[in-house]
């Protein structure tokens, strides 16, 4: 087995662990031995132990555009796990942190990082694209006769070890429980933030929030914390009205109850329509019922949608 030279003057050897490996657009996953590499200079390998799924990864499963198209493939971007060795030079985090994957990596000095009103940082934002490390344009993964497996969103978690830049790591405390904090690497940021962060809402402001995902959910609990007086849940599914109620939601509408369109019945329901709407299915024609859904002097509307 090849071993390099990693931070601290210790030895970091490949690894040969089991992954999820995806070979083709909505074939079964291959439970399968794979070849982990060493990671190198500024890289981290993490032992996976917790890892969830993201719409995103069913949607890269699919192939459901161009970019996601490559094969053979470890998917997976929402995980939690313990580092196991550190590339060279890296100095923020040690072997044994507790750690997330964040398939938004922060370097921490472009421009983009560096202003208040954005963390889509220009090296390490997520990008469907890429599919090799950006140190060398390899991969970290190889099947066991030695071809390349590609990477996704900068993490790439169905795997019981990865390799990921430490820009794509954020350390997190011990005590915290691993198997939830999964839930922080994606849906809870994305959708917390777009109503808190994107949007910043205010105490009394009107929400509709259509999707009631782990996204959407997390919408309307962002919603709930900053005060709105109204949040309307849409959903095809009426399972989610319970979980939307028990996160904040006052209203819930599932779109097949309706003779009339979402949005006429949301602005029935809001005396012209809500202050804010989020998309949070990655559908098109909900974004559409989304901005119509809200009023006409509305200075703030902030659609969300899936944009990889
Ligand atoms: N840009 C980002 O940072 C980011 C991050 C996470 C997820 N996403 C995207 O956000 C979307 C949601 O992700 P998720 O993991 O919450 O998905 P999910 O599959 O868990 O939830 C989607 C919800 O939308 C509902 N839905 C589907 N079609 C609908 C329709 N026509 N009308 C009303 N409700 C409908 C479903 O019943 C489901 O409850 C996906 O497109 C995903 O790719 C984007
Ligand atoms: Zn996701
Ligand atoms: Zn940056």
Redesign the pocket.
């Known amino acids: 087995m090849d071993a390099i030279e990693g931070a601290n003057d210790h030895y970091a050897s490949e690894i040969t662990c089991t992954a999820a490996v995806a070979w083709g657009p909505g074939q079964p996953f291959s439970l399968q031995q794979i070849r982990v590499q060493p990671p190198q200079k500024l890289e981290v390998r993490i032992k996976i132990l917790f890892t969830s799924i993201?719409?995103?990864d069913l949607?890269a499963w699919l192939g459901q555009n161009e970019s996601q198209r490559v094969y053979p493939r470890i998917l997976g971007h929402e995980a939690s796990g313990v580092v196991e060795s550190v590339g060279e030079g890296v100095e923020d985090i040690t072997e044994g942190d507790h750690v997330l994957t964040i398939f938004n990596g922060e370097c921490g000095e472009c421009t983009y990082c560096k202003l208040k009103t954005t963390n889509l940082c220009a090296k390490f934002r997520v990008d469907p694209l890429q599919s090799v490390m950006r140190n060398d344009g390899k991969t970290r993964f190889l099947t066991q006769d030695g071809k390349p497996i590609y990477h996704f969103l900068n993490t790439s978690t169905f795997s019981e070890y990865t390799v990921v830049d430490s820009a794509c790591v954020v350390k997190i405390n011990p005590k915290a429980p691993l198997n939830t904090m999964t839930l922080l690497s994606?849906?809870l940021s994305?959708g917390i933030g777009s109503v808190i962060n994107t949007a910043n809402i205010h105490q009394g402001s009107t929400v509709a929030v259509?999707?009631?995902?782990?996204?959407?959910l997390a919408a309307i609990l962002g919603a709930k914390t900053r005060g709105a007086s109204t949040i309307i849940g849409?959903?095809?599914?009426n399972d989610?009205r319970s979980k939307g109620q028990t996160l904040g939601m006052t209203n819930f509408i599932n779109?097949s109850d309706l003779k009339t369109s979402v949005h006429e019945k949301i602005r029935d329901m809001t005396e012209g329509g809500v202050d804010f709407s989020f998309e949070?299915?990655?559908?098109l024609d909900?974004l559409r019922e989304a901005f119509l859904s809200t009023h006409d002097v509305c200075q703030y509307i902030c659609v969300y949608l899936?944009?990889?």
């Open positions: 993201c719409h995103t949607s994606c849906c994305t259509f999707g009631l995902g782990a996204v959407g849409i959903d095809i599914n989610k779109p949070c299915a990655g559908n909900l899936c944009t990889y």
